[in-house]
């Protein structure tokens, strides 16, 4: 076991007001796991007790106190990430939602009917993840 040497210790009243409200609140898991761990350094947890709790590694724990002290709050949310380009576009991904819409218990008939709209194939996976962003993002604008 290696001996703690980091711990955030100069934090104003107002970034642990946000620390508390991220950690209890936040939509992302990743920024709820790393603002308490910013809290337990401020309480003087060691970095080896902060993995523990977190259930991370004690050098993912010293990153993350690596980044809170170079960007604050920037530092707890997640980096850009690459990945796969998405196969609809907007436009095709509205009329994906309408599609699906008109048949929702039949998905393999949806995607069959998405395909012979778009010309592009997609994954029952996809077309859910889909609805489920649409519907929440729907829901959100009401």
Not at 62 to 89: H, I, M, Y
Not at 107 to 131: D, H, M, V
Request: a positive charge; one cysteine or more.
């Amino acid at each position: 076991m290696k001996i703690p040497t980091k711990f955030i210790t100069d934090l104003s009243l107002e970034e642990i007001t946000q620390l508390i409200e991220n950690h209890q609140a936040h939509p992302n898991f990743r920024v709820r796991n790393r603002s308490h761990a910013v809290l337990l350094s401020h309480q003087g947890y060691s970095i080896d007790q902060i993995g523990q709790i977190c259930r991370v590694d004690r050098d993912t724990v010293s990153l993350w106190l690596n980044q809170w002290n170079e960007s604050k709050f920037v530092g707890l949310a997640d980096e850009a990430r690459s990945g796969r380009p998405k196969t609809l576009t907007a436009q095709e991904e509205e009329q994906a939602v309408e599609i699906a819409l008109l048949n929702p218990r039949f998905p393999a008939r949806q995607i069959n009917e998405i395909k012979a709209a778009t010309g592009k194939q997609i994954s029952e996976f996809s077309l859910k993840a889909l609805l489920k962003k649409k519907i929440i993002s729907g829901s959100e604008s009401s």
